[in-house]
């Protein structure tokens, strides 16, 4: 395994398990942007406030865990993508309401954008009107 899909696959285990930016940043530039076509997402635009909306997701959702379906690199272009589904039940508090018990199944790719052995930018490619549906919070 190269070195960029080894950063990639340790950001991505430290993301989706709630570790936030001090468990994130050793994997990133200290100025990495984020960006997503998703409204739950509009407002984050660095990857430092991404890793901590994904720490705080994991309270109204605290079973909230990740099944890595693909995940690939393209040296060519120091980029690597994962694609993986988010599963969980919200049984915590949070949220737009109290507790729903309700559980989700969103599917979601991140492109992770290296530049030397640090990400520079990720994109999260997600429906989040989805996931808000399952959740019952749309």
């Given amino acids: 395994m190269n070195h960029i899909s080894e950063q990639a696959k340790l950001f991505f285990d430290a993301c989706e398990t709630g570790k936030g930016w001090e468990g994130c940043q050793a994997y ?24 901590e909306w994904m720490k705080n997701l994991l309270t109204p959702i605290p079973d909230g865990h990740y099944d890595l379906k693909f995940f690939a690199a393209d040296t060519e272009r120091n980029c690597v993508s994962a694609f993986a589904v988010f599963h969980g039940t919200q049984t915590g508090a949070g949220g737009p309401g109290e507790p729903t018990g309700k559980t989700v199944a969103a599917e979601y790719v991140y492109a992770m954008q290296f530049d030397g052995d640090w990400i520079q930018h990720m994109t999260k490619i997600w429906n989040d009107v989805v996931s808000l549906r399952q959740l019952g919070w749309a």
């Fill in 28 to 51: 990133c530039h200290p100025e990495a942007t984020f960006s997503a076509q998703a409204d739950a997402l509009g407002d984050i635009k660095t990857l430092e406030g991404y890793t």
